[in-house]
């Protein structure tokens, strides 16, 4: 046990390691030397998550040791490329970043400490229905709502600035998601006609695909928010294919989905400029338009460029001459200065905290808990695949924002949020089934009659020889 755990934490000094010759080396090419409130703050969060692993250990000690190492790691890295860009643009980001990390880590403490039983949110399901769609629609308040980018997601809390409660309202609507999904799977699994080999849903059960359909239109109209209405409406059905292991659910939800989408570019300008943008980035007037034109794209695609293979190097490329380097293209960003390789190792870290999430899917027996380790780790796979796949032209870009390495505190406490849960459930997954008592009776019933048995044939081999020698006396 000792070496595992010593294992363990050696994944954890690793990713602090990484992290701190990453700013070693970003401060010695840039400022000479590492300034006082970075070392203060990196120290504290160096502080706070062995705080946070050491509670873990404690209160969850089945639980996956993998998960908050990629987290720390994707941080450090992002936290990094925000202070280059800080730099480059004489601004205080990264600290304001650090600070968000902090407040996060201390509520994933407080949440290991208190939740031991992640099945208890199942009992406030309708409850977190509500605050999850208050949370969604609070942007549209008069006094609070504000309008940034054209998109209104943001509200505005004296003493904190901006906030996007869209991050949080993605963890209550999957509480409840979960919770709707394992009540009602049964009525839902059941199949009706089949049409081209599949097995199509009765018509009386497209009820829940239609209202979080409309729904997700609704925020796309309302708040013109195209990323959080696809995210939301994908995680439903990707939770609504889990509950019922029906392949048609995937169909519906992606034709409903597309018909919006159609519907959406044709009806508001916002949308449809994205995918023009998308179609045609290298267009002269595209590229030149104020608003709506792809001179982010390509800028950050010629940043990507030339990063190359191994990049430009920390501290040595141009990130900040995309626009929302540090925010939505700050995977550009890393692009440039880490190179292909830099990237692929990204995706590598993402790829392993996916994986540990379905694993835990797989494992836990709860039928509510894998639905909910399927849903928060889906929503962080589809996150990860729109931002990057927009920067990279593989889809149009949605607004959303990279976990763990864009500026943002919203996004950053929500998603730290969400691996702590990853990471709570995992330990019931992973905790060992304890022996019912009619297995205890029957182990110890086995043992009885083993020994009984031994007995016996030790009283036979002990009556042989007192026959053989009598037999031996009387020759």
Same mark, same amino acid.
């Given at each position: &046990? ?37 070392? !203060?703050?990196?120290?504290?969060? !160096? ?8 509670? %873990? ?23 990094? &490329? ?7 643009? *004489? ?20 949440? !290991? ?14 409850? =977190? ?13 008069? %006094?609070?709502?504000? *309008? ?44 009706? +006609?089949? %049409? ?42 990707? &939770? ?30 916002? !949308? ?53 380097? *540090? =925010? ?101 997954? *992973? ?36 026959? +053989? ?7």
């Amino acid at each position: &046990m000792i070496a595992l755990r010593l294992r363990q934490l050696s994944l954890l000094l690793l990713s602090f390691l990484i992290c701190g010759a990453a700013f070693f080396q970003l401060f010695a090419r840039t400022t000479g030397t590492i300034p006082t409130d970075y070392a !203060v703050m990196l120290g504290l969060v !160096v502080a706070l998550s062995l705080i946070y692993w050491t509670l %873990v250990l404690h209160f969850l000690p089945y639980a996956s040791q993998v998960i908050q190492p990629c987290v720390l790691l994707l941080t450090g890295l992002g936290t990094v &490329m925000i202070a280059r860009i800080d730099y480059a643009h *004489n601004t205080e980001v990264a600290i304001r970043q650090l600070t968000f990390i902090c407040i996060a880590i201390v509520l994933c403490s407080i949440l !290991v400490v208190a939740m031991h039983d992640y099945r208890i949110l199942r009992r406030f399901s309708y409850v =977190s229905m509500v605050v999850g769609l208050a949370l969604l629609l609070s942007p549209m308040l008069p %006094v609070i709502g504000q *309008n940034i980018n054209g998109a209104r997601i943001w509200i505005r809390i004296p003493g904190l600035g901006s906030l996007q409660p869209g991050e949080f309202a993605k963890l209550f609507l999957a509480f409840f998601f979960a919770a709707y999904l394992f009540d009602h799977r049964d009525q839902l699994a059941v199949g009706g +006609r089949k %049409v081209l080999g599949l097995q199509l849903p009765r018509i009386r059960d497209l009820g829940p695909i239609i209202i979080v359909w409309i729904a997700s239109m609704g925020v796309l109209v309302l708040q013109h928010d195209l990323g959080t209405s696809l995210m939301f409406f994908a995680m439903f059905v990707s &939770m609504l294919y889990v509950a019922t292991g029906r392949a048609s659910w995937i169909v519906i939800g992606g034709i409903a989905f597309a018909v919006g989408a159609v519907a959406a570019s044709s009806i508001f300008s916002h !949308v449809g400029a994205r995918i023009e943008a998308w179609l045609h980035p290298f267009s002269d007037t595209l590229y030149n338009r104020a608003v709506g034109g792809s001179y982010q794209i390509v800028t950050g695609l010629f940043g990507l460029a030339s990063g190359g293979l191994f990049g430009t190097g920390l501290g040595q490329g141009h990130p900040y001459l995309t626009p929302f380097a *540090n =925010s939505d293209y700050i995977y550009a960003s890393l692009g440039e200065e880490f190179g292909l390789v830099g990237c692929f190792g990204i995706l590598l870290l993402y790829i392993i905290i996916i994986a540990s999430g379905f694993i835990t899917a797989m494992k836990v027996k709860d039928g509510f808990g894998k639905l909910l380790s399927a849903g928060l780790v889906f929503t962080m796979a589809f996150q990860v695949f729109t931002v990057v796949g927009g920067i990279t032209l593989v889809i149009p870009l949605t607004g959303l924002t990279l976990p763990y390495m864009a500026a943002g505190g919203s996004s950053m406490v929500a998603n730290y949020l969400l691996a702590t849960l990853l990471i709570i459930i995992s330990n019931a997954a *992973n905790k060992p089934a304890p022996e019912t008592l009619s297995e205890t009776f029957q182990h110890e019933a086995l043992a009885a009659l083993r020994d009984r048995e031994l007995k016996e044939r030790e009283a036979e081999q002990a009556s042989r020889s007192a026959r +053989r020698a009598r037999g031996g006396a009387q020759s």
